[in-house]
């Protein structure tokens, strides 16, 4: 699968961004979901993930109650919608897809090394 993301840009402190990443191919809704960030000079790391069936989601704890995750497997879409912008959120976006083992599609993956696919980073920069 490839991933295409798009959405960042610049904005002002306690603004609001929405990602979206896009997906080839017809399986997007077997694949789980997920967001990582690089800010300058730092490891990529978790931001947010959805599982395959959608209905589940976890955050982590820098972003929780101002990021969300969302899907529409009809578009072959995932989106970050992202509220009250800190300029520590200021990196690199990066989506990942993930082929779930059998019997998994409600799991959420969080850990980068267990991802199948990336997209290449959309950036977002957060000015105080």
């Known amino acids: 699968v490839q991933l295409q993301a798009s959405g960042g840009g610049l904005v002002q402190a306690g603004g609001s961004l929405r990602l979206a990443c896009a997906a080839s191919g017809r399986t997007f809704s077997r694949y789980a979901m997920g967001w990582f960030r690089q800010g300058p000079g730092k490891e990529r790391e978790f931001v947010g993930a959805?599982?395959?069936?959608?209905?589940?989601?976890y955050y982590a704890d820098s972003v929780k109650g101002r990021f969300t995750i969302s899907r529409v497997n009809s578009e072959n879409t995932v989106y970050l919608q992202m509220n009250s912008l800190k300029p520590e959120d200021t990196a690199d976006y990066y989506c990942?897809?993930?082929?779930?083992?059998?019997?998994?599609?409600?799991?959420?993956?969080?850990?980068?090394?267990?991802?199948?696919?990336w997209g290449q980073g959309t950036q977002v920069t957060v000015s105080s």
């Open positions: 959805i599982n395959s069936s959608g209905g589940g989601t």
């Open positions: 990942a897809a993930k082929i779930p083992p059998a019997g998994s599609n409600n799991v959420i993956f969080t850990r980068r090394p267990t991802y199948d696919y």
